[in-house]
């Protein structure tokens, strides 16, 4: 009898939950038939209020993952593809004949594919996350000292991780911009074959585009579907992982990488030498304007290849959740993207230089970066009650 | 008056078998716990991989064990495991108490209500006289319990009737009745809860109704499981209750399973027996099918003298009394007290705020002026600076062991600011700290701490 007794009440409430919903399943079925056919269609379905005008109706978590997938990380990716076919393409050309004509042809390819490479950071899921992708395309600064080693001793692998830092992007930086005092200096160490520079720089690439098509393939093989059915509100469901990757490269690879740490923020003095490509000096601040842009475009959800595309994303969602709030997150959270954009805007084009001529300024831009930090991480979480990653314990 | 009270204290009895199955089902529950724990790597990840612990006021002086920790889990299993077959009674049940709250005073990172409930009912029972009836203790000695005065059961009521009646007052107040939060947050996020996630999780009404119904629940819920035509039902709403927040708040974790076996104490001893016969039964077949020679649990010697301490009842009364002023100490603080948490704890105050935080520490040579922000990912774990961001005291302590490492590290005229921000109950994230006043200046103790900044809001209630 005390084992009915416990039983039942269980049962009788999932048996009322059951009765009472069976109506509004039936409602939400259909709707989600709707949306679902309209990101299908890929046409310019502008608006970004499909799902969620009527009442009845959840947001429509599983097209936003479809929109993140589909319009912004897989476009970004082969965008990024395409860039490092080329730079592979004036690269094999420039070793093989090394002119100030083919060099400056590299140089613009590089920088080509590291504007490319910023819309791709932030997704550090999956594959991209496992083979530590980022580190290897985009560490700095460049072990300069290992990078000379690498090349004089020729015995190297580019996959161990103490080799981490003498490849991607900043390492190319050193191999183009660094490894001579003037451009023709430069070439001649290019020019002498024995000295195995142009071997190296091509490895670096290569490995890049190997690295590159690993990570496409995993997401366009099995990935992409598991990813976008995993529509839960768990610490290992999709949304919040790579929300938690949006704000956690917010953080670190833009706020801290780009402009807080070569700015002494957590140091005792500057450290104008740690920039993003730093020994090409002037590029410093159009790879964060851009990666600003990919942040903005990420957060807002437009198609990479079609801005005026714009489908379901966090914005969306956290209005969605705030709906009953008159101070809108979303538009805050925008408002600090425009101030960011304007005081990056002001910066020198080298900030290495900014640094030194005056660092305040940089100063000032990582504390207007960090105000929307806060807005992310504090705000944002909270409204869309996504938990910070990994930290797992019981809650009361 | 004063014969009434030598009376219910010398003369009135109740079921040994009330507090058997208490002992029992509290036992088992712990000895779960424990293994729930292990298994989920949280003594790796809480106590042994953080550099750094954030401790309880008053109680700097408890280490850690590092990897030595494992051992007072395992002591602790083993005291929960006597405790529930009887062996020992006495001795494994304060050996249980002591380990199980050291463990929580190593870090108060990991405080959480029911690991306070745990700490106070083992401390309790150590009073009790559970031991005396249906147990291995019976076995040894050969005689058993029949009888135990009321108080002692009395007293276990008592205090899960506390639980829950300040946890229903403490819901009200303003965020919880009238804006429905924490609850609207939390609910509408859980959209991928089959059928009811994706409508009725996603409607402000049932985020009211969720509100009015918990705490009228919590306020009733003790009167009812008193009263004893209504005990039934309201052992009915306790599950129902219960499995509610375990299905929302799977993160939660024991919580829901001990309120439940607990509140069974309220039960005619009637069905105590019952279900220790049945307990009993299960027990005697499997000595048959281990072989082992048929165990005679109830033996039929009675023993007249019940054994417990002399100055039980009014040590418990004592402490019950501190149990229910504790939760008002906040009314002593100005201020929100769910924003600066002065006085928070300890008051049975469950799932009532959703907290987010963000702080940081600026580290400042106060006569050169130059300063860094320290990377807290250097100095705690995840969790820790998830909890840290937002409770005062531990940005206070923290501060300090900035200060003290940064001191080691040779460096001169250390002021350490913060840069805080943090959200509460849906509103927006304000800043949370003064950001002008040098922490180390500050020291923790009960008095009002005036460096936190006032919430920009009012929240009514009690």
């Not at chain 1, 911009?177 to 520079?197: D, M, R, T, V």
């Not at chain 1, 851009?290 to 957060?299: C, P, V």
């Not at chain 2, 009745?177 to 402000?204: E, F, N, R």
């Amino acid at each position: 009898m005390k084992k009915y007794s416990l039983i039942t009440p269980i049962l009788a409430i999932f048996l009322a939950i059951q009765c009472s919903s069976e109506m509004e399943e039936d409602i939400q079925q259909v709707d989600n038939t709707t949306p679902a056919t309209s990101t299908d269609s890929d046409t310019d379905n502008s608006s970004s209020d499909n799902s969620q005008t009527d009442d009845t109706v959840s947001y429509n978590h599983k097209n936003m993952l479809i929109n993140w997938v589909d319009n912004i990380i897989l476009p970004s990716l082969d965008n990024f593809n395409s860039s490092l076919t080329v730079l592979k393409e004036s690269t094999e050309t420039f070793v093989n004949a090394p002119t100030s004509e083919t060099f400056s042809k590299v140089k613009e390819d590089w920088l080509a594919s590291f504007l490319k490479w910023q819309y791709v950071e932030m997704f550090d899921i999956g594959l991209a996350e496992e083979i530590y992708y980022k580190n290897r395309v985009n560490l700095y600064p460049a072990n300069v000292n290992k990078i000379e080693s690498n090349i004089s001793d020729q015995n190297y692998d580019l996959d161990e991780s103490v080799n981490f830092s003498s490849q991607g992007f900043n390492s190319i930086d050193y191999l183009l911009f660094g490894i001579g005092e003037n451009e023709e200096e430069i070439i001649l160490k290019y020019s002498n074959e024995n000295l195995n520079y142009g071997k190296y720089l091509t490895d670096v690439v290569e490995k890049m585009i190997s690295l590159t098509s690993d990570v496409r393939s995993s997401w366009n093989t099995e990935f992409r579907e598991s990813f976008i059915n995993s529509t839960d509100n768990t610490a290992t469901s999709s949304i919040n992982k790579l929300v938690n990757d949006f704000i956690f490269y917010f953080e670190k690879g833009y706020r801290a990488n780009k402009i807080g740490i070569p700015a002494g923020v957590f140091s005792d003095n500057p450290l104008p030498d740690r920039v993003e490509a730093y020994y090409g000096k002037n590029y410093s601040k159009i790879l964060a304007l851009e990666a600003t842009e990919a942040i903005d475009n990420f957060f807002n959800g437009r198609s990479i290849n079609n801005l005026e595309n714009t489908d379901l994303s966090i914005r969306d969602y956290l209005d969605y959740m705030e709906a009953e709030k008159e101070e809108k997150l979303s538009e805050k959270i925008n408002n600090q993207l425009i101030k960011i954009k304007d005081k990056l805007s002001e910066l020198n084009t080298n900030f290495s230089q900014q640094i030194t001529d005056e660092n305040l300024q940089m100063l000032i831009t990582y504390d207007v970066i960090q105000a929307n930090v806060v807005f992310l991480k504090v705000d944002m979480l909270q409204s869309l009650n996504i938990s910070v990653d990994y930290a797992d314990a019981d809650g009361d | 008056m004063g014969k009434r009270i030598s009376n219910y204290l010398n003369r009135k009895k109740s079921h040994a078998a009330t507090l058997a199955f208490f002992r029992i089902a509290f036992g088992s529950l712990m000895f779960f716990s424990v293994i729930r724990f292990w298994s989920k790597g949280w003594i790796e990840s809480l106590y042994i991989k953080p550099n750094f612990h954030f401790k309880y006021f008053g109680f700097e002086w408890v280490e850690d064990f590092g990897s030595y920790t494992y051992i007072l889990f395992i002591l602790c299993l083993i005291s929960s495991l006597f405790v529930t077959i009887g062996f020992k009674y006495r001795i494994s049940i304060i050996s249980f108490f002591i380990l199980f709250t050291y463990v929580e005073l190593i870090d108060k990172t990991t405080y959480l209500n029911h690991y306070y409930l745990t700490s106070c009912i083992s401390f309790i029972m150590c009073f009790l006289p559970a031991g005396g009836f249906f147990s291995v203790d019976n076995l040894i000695r050969g005689s058993k319990i029949e009888e135990v005065p009321s108080w002692a059961v009395d007293s276990l009521k008592f205090f899960i009737c506390i639980v829950y009646f300040y946890a229903g007052i403490a819901k009200i107040n303003s965020d919880w009745l009238l804006d429905a939060q924490p609850l609207s947050i939390w609910l509408k996020s859980k959209y991928d809860l089959p059928i009811i996630g994706q409508t009725l999780l996603q409607q402000k009404s049932i985020h009211y109704l969720a509100s009015w119904f918990g705490m009228i629940y919590d306020v009733c819920i003790p009167f009812l499981l008193l009263y004893s035509r209504t005990k039934y039902i309201a052992f009915f709403f306790v599950i129902i209750f219960h499995v509610l927040t375990k299905v929302f708040f799977p993160a939660i974790g024991m919580f829901p399973y001990i309120m439940i076996f607990g509140t069974v104490i309220f039960f005619d001893s009637k069905i105590h027996i019952i279900i220790l016969n049945r307990i009993e039964r299960i027990v005697k077949k499997l000595s048959v099918l281990l072989n082992i020679k048929s165990i005679e649990l109830v033996k039929k010697n009675y023993l007249n003298s019940i054994h417990y301490p002399r100055f039980a009842p009014l040590f418990l009364s004592i402490f019950l009394l501190i149990q229910v002023i504790i939760p008002f100490r906040y009314a002593l603080y100005p201020g929100e007290l769910f924003w600066n948490e002065q006085g928070y704890r300890f008051s049975w105050r469950v799932m009532l705020i959703e907290k987010r935080g963000d702080t940081r520490f600026k580290v400042k040579d106060s006569i050169s002026g130059k300063f860094f922000y320290v990377r807290n990912e250097n100095f705690l774990t995840p969790f820790q600076i998830k909890q840290m961001s937002f409770q005062p005291d531990f940005i206070l302590e923290y501060a300090h062991y900035l200060g003290e490492h940064f001191e080691e590290k040779g460096l001169k005229n250390i002021q350490v600011f913060t840069d805080s921000f943090v959200a509460l109950n849906g509103r927006s994230s304000q800043r949370f700290i003064n950001p002008n006043v040098d922490l180390l200046t500050k020291k923790e103790s009960f008095l009002n701490k005036d460096w936190i900044l006032p919430l920009n809001d009012e929240i009514n209630g009690l």
